[in-house]
Each structure stands twice: as C-alpha cells, then as structure tokens.
C-alpha cells in the first residue's frame, strides 16, 4: 500500500510544537487551542490542495476529529494520516498514575462494548505474556477517536520505529504493519529520524516498500546519520518517501526547500506545517510543483 496524498498538513503548530523557538509554539499552541481555528486553517489547505492531515493521538484530537465530522466537506474528501502514539502523554501518565491506571484512563475513550472487547484481547495478553496482543489493544484504542473519519494511513511515533529497527525487533515491525492492513484497513507506516539506520534495517529483513517519513531538507537538519547517507539510501531502497521538515523548523525558505527536494529522486510526498492561511497557501503552492517534478525523475 501507500499514499496518495502528495501534500499533508502536519499538525505541530496545533500543539505547540516549534523546534525553533519555544515562544513560537507557546503563540501558535495558543491560537489553535480553538478548534473553530484549527478547522478554519485545514479548510484553507484542503481548497488550496492539501488533500491530507496528520494527527498525533494528542489529548486535543477527539475535538478536532469531532469537528472534522460535522463539516461535510472535509469529513467526505479530507484524507487523515495518524501519527501514534502521543508518547509525551503516556509517559506523563505513566510518571503521574502508574502503567495500570494509565490504561484504565486511555480506556475511558471507549463505549462498553469497545472496552469489553479490547480489554477482554488485552487482558489474554498480560495473562499470557503475549506483548503484541497488548500492542494491538493499544493501536485500537489510540484509533478510537477517528472513528469513522477517512483515516488512510497509520505512522508509528519515530521514536519506537526507531528503537525498534536499532534493537532490530522484526517481528513488531511486521505485526504492526500488518495489524494496520487487515485490522483498521489503513496503510501502514513508519517515522523516523534515523533514516539512515532505519531504511538500512528495513531493507535488511526484506520489507518491501514502505511508507517512510523522514527529513529531508539542504539544511541536514535531522537527518542522521547524515544527509550524504539519507540521500544515497533513499536512491538504493525502494520506498515511498513522505519528505517532512522540510524548512528544517523555518531555518531553509520555501524555495531554498523547492530547490533541494526538486534535486531529489524517490520524494513521494511531503508533509508541511504552516499557521496561517497565507502560509500554507504559499507552502502548498511552492511545494506541490515540487512533488509533481520529482515523480518525473
């Protein structure tokens, strides 16, 4: 499987999130902590041409998602990618609550019946030690909350992609891309920002074409082990490529950025942050001509 979407809007400045400046995010995490704002900018890109939205698990998606819904527009034509899990907020209820209280708490998102059924499969998991009955359990209930929203891929959160291919955990890499596919009928897919490790191990254990995302910017910011090393592997091993920080955190300029990724061959898609309705337009525009060269490549 992979995906169609060529652009996505990613969704940091909606939590806060600005690997720049702290100030910056602290401002744009203000703005969308309304929803009606959050709506109002994902409009802007779907009419502009983003035909895809990236949501973490974050405690604030139920509400996006539930908004999502009741617009006719976007709930019909906007394609969701889901980045789970939300590993800040595990660990802080792990820390604050203990891991039993913290899955009793994630349980609480559930109806009845979705509670009896997961519990019931996660439950057969501690009893017998089976870790990826527990996973399963825990990728549905991260899922709950776009429920019945056009959700067309999952990305595992970089940093277990990236723990499992260093402690080259096969048979979790493949569960989970596997549970995606037949469980929620999604594609599965992977963040990373070790690229260089991780497409190296993916190729190693034979999966075949994966949806990676990863950095890519003429800046090498986040790419590691290096930006020689991310380019040369993304020329060796088949994959679909969804290029993120792609301004490297507002440090690279939209062109500077058209001009690195239209040098590049494999770059499927790209994922891009943006906060106003004239900078996602921008965006959209510069970096659509982008993606349409690089398939030509």
């Not at 702290?22 to 802007?44: C, H, K």
């Amino acid at each position: 499987m992979e995906i169609a979407d060529k652009l996505i809007l990613g969704h940091n400045q909606f939590f806060g999130v600005n690997h720049l400046s702290s100030a910056r995010g602290v401002a744009t995490e203000q703005y969308f902590s309304s929803t009606e704002n959050v709506i109002s900018l994902v409009r802007t890109a779907f009419r502009a041409g983003v035909s895809g939205l990236m949501l973490s698990t974050h405690e604030r998606a139920r509400a996006i998602a539930e908004a999502l819904r009741r617009d006719s527009e976007l709930s019909s034509g906007l394609h969701l990618h889901i980045l789970l899990p939300y590993m800040a907020k595990y660990v802080r209820m792990a820390n604050e609550r203990g891991a039993i209280s913290m899955i009793e708490e994630t349980l609480k998102q559930a109806t009845w019946g979705e509670r009896l059924a997961i519990g019931l499969r996660a439950g057969t998991g501690v009893v017998t030690r089976d870790l990826l009955a527990i996973l399963a359990a825990l990728i549905k209930i991260e899922l709950l909350p776009f429920k019945g929203l056009n959700v067309q891929s999952v990305f595992l959160h970089n940093s277990l992609t990236d723990m499992l291919a260093a402690l080259r955990a096969k048979e979790v890499v493949q569960f989970f891309a596997r549970n995606i596919e037949e469980e929620f009928g999604a594609c599965p897919a992977f963040c990373t920002l070790s690229a260089g490790l991780t497409m190296s191990y993916f190729r190693d254990i034979g999966l075949e074409a994966p949806v990676i995302m990863a950095p890519f910017n003429p800046a090498g910011f986040q790419m590691n082990p290096s930006r020689e090393r991310c380019e040369q592997l993304l020329q060796e091993y088949p994959c679909h490529m969804v290029a993120m920080s792609v301004l490297a955190a507002g440090y690279v300029t939209p062109a500077d950025a058209a001009r690195y990724l239209s040098s590049l061959a494999g770059i499927d898609s790209i994922i891009f942050g943006a906060s106003s309705p004239g900078h996602v337009t921008e965006l959209s525009n510069v970096l659509g001509t982008v993606v349409r060269q690089s398939r030509s490549l």
